[in-house]
C-alpha cells in the first residue's frame, strides 16, 4: 500500500514546475501537491493494492488542500487502487457519524445530497469507546466501506498508552482494544475470503506483537505501517497474512516517494522500484 | 463556551434563505453553516468566552465545508472570542506536526508559508502516547496556542476504555492521561492567572470525577463538554474553577443552537437567552 503524505517542502520537481506561476500560495502548493500524488500513483500504484492519504497533510493546505486530497481519491480509484483515508478519527456518536459522512458516506442537505470524500475505508481513533466506534462501522458498512482502529501503533510513545497492563487481567490495554475490534467485526456481514469489515492498524516495528493479534482478531484485515522510514521490516510480519494474502496491507510512504535519494534515477522510477521490491517480500511470506 | 456543530439539515431558516439560488450542493449547503454559524455567533457570542467548531461537521461538505470552517473561524475572532478547532487529533510525530500546522500553525511551501485555521487552541487525542502529544503541544506554543487533550470524555463509552483499571496501580487510565497533561503543562511557559497552555477535555456527564481531575492537573484549563444535550449540569462543576474563573470552559452547542425549538421566539433571541442563562450559572460557581 503507497502512502500519500505530501510536504509541500519536498514535492518532485515535475509536480513544482506544473503549479500555476502566481496565485495564492495555499492554491499553488495544492495545486503541486495534487500533481505530485497523481505521478506517484501512476508510478508505484501498479505495485500497490491500496493508497493511504494522511489528511493532515492536506489539510494544512486549507480548503485548497481539501480539494487536492479529493482529486487524488478520484484519482487512485481511476487507477483501480483502494483508498484508505488515514484520518485516525474518534468522537462522541453524533459527530463521529459525521466524520463517517466526510469520508465514506453521503450528507443530506436542503440542496441535495453532499458526497464526502469517496474513500474505500478510513481509520478510527477507539480511546473514546464503543459507542463512539459503532457510528464509524455503521456508516461505513451502508457506504460498503471499511474501517480500521488503531490497535497498537507503530511509534516508541505507543508504549506510554497502547502497552500499559490493564488491572482485570494483566493484558496490555492494546489487547482489549483488538478484542472491541474483533467483537464490531463479528457484527457485520461475511466479508470475502472470510474477512471482516472492520481491521486493525497493527505497527510493524512491532512485530513480536502480530501473532498475538492474529489470535484475538482472527478476521481482521490488518493495517501494517511503520515499514521503511519508520524501522519496521516487512519480513517480520509473517503472522498478518495467516487468513491469506489479503489479511495484511503493508504501508510504505516516505520509502517510496523518496526512494531516489537514496537509489538515485528520477522519483518515478526509484518509486517503482522500491514499490515492487515491497511487494515481492511481503507476497513472500504469504 | 459556544459550540459550532452545524447540521445541513437543521440551520436555521434565515441561513438557508441567503444561500446561492444555484450551484453544486456543497456549495450552497457551505455557504448557509457559514451564515448560520456567523448569526449563532452573533447572537450568543457576547455571552462566550471562546467559539468551539466541530470539524466533522464541516468536513463532510469537502472543499466547501473547509472554507466556511475558516471563514467561521475568522467571524470569531473579528467579534473578539477565542476559537478552539475541536479536531481531537492524534497520530505519529512527523503527521501530528502537520495537524499542528494546519490547525494554529503555518506550513512553509516553496510558493511561500501558507497559514493555517488561525484557531487559539484545539482537542487532541492523547492514545498514541507522549510523542505524538508533543509535536501537537510544540507546534501550538509556536504559535502562541493552547492544545487540550481528551482524559476524560462525556460519552458513555467512554467507560470502555478511558476507565479501565491499570495494573500498576489500580487507578483509571484517564487519570494517567491526566497525569501526562500535567506533566506537558509543566514543560511550557507560565501562563496569565497560573495556568498552563495544556489543558484538559472533561466531561462534564461525570462529575464525580471533576474534583479527582483538579488534584492530577492542577494548572490545566478544563474544557467541560456534555452541558445540556448530552445531559451534564453546569452546576456539578465547580471543582474545576478552583483556580478561578478562567479555570473551566464549559461547552454547550445544541442546547443554544436550538433553544427556539423548546423555548420559543427567533433562533438567535433564543440562542442568545439560553447562552446568558449558562453563563450565569457557571460564574455562580467561580
Known amino acids: 500500500m503507497l502512502g500519500l503524505d505530501p510536504d509541500p517542502a519536498k514535492l518532485w520537481p515535475d509536480a513544482l514546475a506544473q503549479a500555476p506561476a502566481d496565485g495564492p500560495p495555499a492554491h499553488r502548493a495544492a495545486a503541486a501537491v495534487r500533481v505530485h500524488c497523481a505521478a506517484l500513483i501512476d508510478a508505484a500504484g501498479p505495485a500497490c493494492a491500496a493508497v493511504k492519504p494522511q489528511l493532515a497533510c492536506f489539510e494544512r493546505l486549507g480548503a485548497d488542500g481539501w480539494a487536492a486530497l479529493a482529486a487524488t481519491v478520484s484519482h487512485a480509484r481511476a487507477a483501480g487502487l483502494l483508498v484508505i483515508a488515514d484520518a485516525k478519527r474518534g468522537d462522541v456518536s453524533v459527530t463521529a457519524a ?43 458498512r451502508a457506504a460498503h466501506a471499511g474501517v480500521f482502529v488503531l490497535v497498537r501503533t507503530s511509534n516508541p510513545g505507543a508504549a506510554d498508552i497502547e502497552d500499559l497492563a490493564l488491572a482485570a487481567d494483566g493484558g496490555a490495554l492494546w489487547e482489549r482494544l483488538a478484542q472491541i ?99 515481492t517480500a511481503a507476497w513472500s511470506l504469504s
Chains 1, 2 share one sequence.
Open 98 to 140: 459525521a466524520y463517517a459522512q466526510a469520508l465514506v458516506g453521503v450528507t443530506p442537505t436542503p440542496f441535495g445530497d453532499v458526497a464526502g470524500l469517496g474513500a474505500d475505508a478510513f481509520t478510527a481513533n477507539p480511546l473514546l469507546g464503543i459507542d463512539s466506534l459503532q457510528p464509524l462501522v455503521d456508516g461505513a
Open 181 to 279: 475490534v474483533a467483537q464490531l467485526g463479528d457484527g457485520g456481514p461475511p466479508g470475502r475470503c472470510g474477512l471482516d469489515d472492520v481491521g486493525a492498524v497493527v505497527g510493524a516495528t512491532g512485530p513480536e506483537h502480530v501473532a498475538r493479534m492474529r489470535e484475538l482478531m482472527p478476521r481482521a484485515v490488518f493495517l501494517l505501517p511503520g515499514i521503511g522510514a519508520q524501522g519496521g521490516r516487512v519480513e517480520n510480519l509473517a503472522p498478518a497474512f495467516a487468513p491469506g494474502r489479503a489479511g495484511g496491507l503493508v504501508s510504505a510512504s516516505r520509502s517510496i516517494a523518496a526512494a531516489h535519494e537514496s537509489g538515485g534515477g528520477s522519483p518515478a522510477s526509484a518509486a517503482r522500484g522500491e514499490a515492487e521490491r515491497l511487494r
